[in-house]
T-cell receptor, first 109, second 115 residues
Framework: GQNIDQPTEMTATEGAIVQINCTYQ??????LFWYQQHAGEAPTFLSY??LDGLEEKGRFSSFLSRSKGYSYLLLKELQMKDSASYLC??????????WGAGTKLIIKP | DADVTQTPRNRITKTGKRIMLECSQT?????MYWYRQDPGLGLRLIYY???????NKGEISDGYSVSRQAQAKFSLSLESAIPNQTALYFC??????????????FGPGTRLTVL
């Protein structure tokens, strides 16, 4: 079956670094996405990885290991506005997204 | 202006009523999707459409139907609403082929409550 696992909730301190992990199992693989979703709002795209390695985009970086079925999202210099849910999604062989339940990130001052 | 719009944004209805949620996009994308989101669960795909003539069931299509009236419009209907269809509904679009990653763009969501 297809499955995406990520922690339900994480807490971090403003200015610190946090890593959100995701493991995936999809029928075929056409990439791994991270989206950010503030409460009651639409998900917005953060990053896409299809090859192994680290993709850096400002304060956010995303890593992929295809052999391990593993990805992480790294957020640096945390700001209060980063309090949100972070959704991991794997794209299967039919180019459909399989979504995790999301990780709620709580930032404390 | 929003690229993907949904109407209504909020709706309260009663069990047994027929409800239609509408989605429009100005992005020129060929693919459109309907998802529902429940607390503690991931986004679940209800229906998706690759073009006007291509409609496909998703993971949880029972109790729902869709219509792709034009490339820019994709409507979701609940023929006879029931309380467990209370959820946040999202429409999304993507442009397979032009976008290297088939990224999906989401509308603002419709919060539906069935009493």
């Amino acid at each position: 079956g297809q499955n995406i696992d990520q922690p339900t909730e994480m807490t971090a301190t403003e200015g610190a670094i946090v890593q959100i992990n995701c493991t995936y199992q999809t029928s075929g693989f056409n990439g791994l996405f991270w989206y950010q979703q503030h409460a009651g709002e639409a998900p917005t795209f953060l990053s896409y990885n299809v090859l192994d390695g680290l993709e850096e985009k400002g304060r956010f970086s995303s890593f992929l290991s295809r052999s391990k079925g593993y990805s992480y999202l790294l957020l640096k210099e945390l700001q209060m506005k980063d309090s949100a849910s972070y959704l991991c999604a794997g794209m299967d062989s039919n180019y459909q997204l399989i979504w995790g339940a999301g990780t709620k990130l709580i930032i404390k001052p | 202006d929003a690229d993907v719009t949904q109407t209504p944004r909020n709706r309260i209805t009663k069990t047994g009523k027929r409800i239609m949620l509408e989605c429009s996009q100005t992005k020129g994308h060929d693919r459109m999707y309907w998802y529902r989101q429940d607390p503690g669960l991931g986004l679940r795909l209800i229906y998706y459409s690759f073009d006007v003539k291509d409609i496909n069931k998703g993971e949880i299509s029972d109790g729902y139907s869709v219509s792709r009236q034009a490339q820019a419009k994709f409507s979701l209907s609940l023929e006879s609403a029931i309380p467990n269809q209370t959820a946040l509904y999202f429409c999304a679009t993507s442009d397979f082929g032009r976008a290297p990653n088939n990224e999906q763009f989401f509308g603002p969501g419709t919060r539906l409550t069935v009493l």
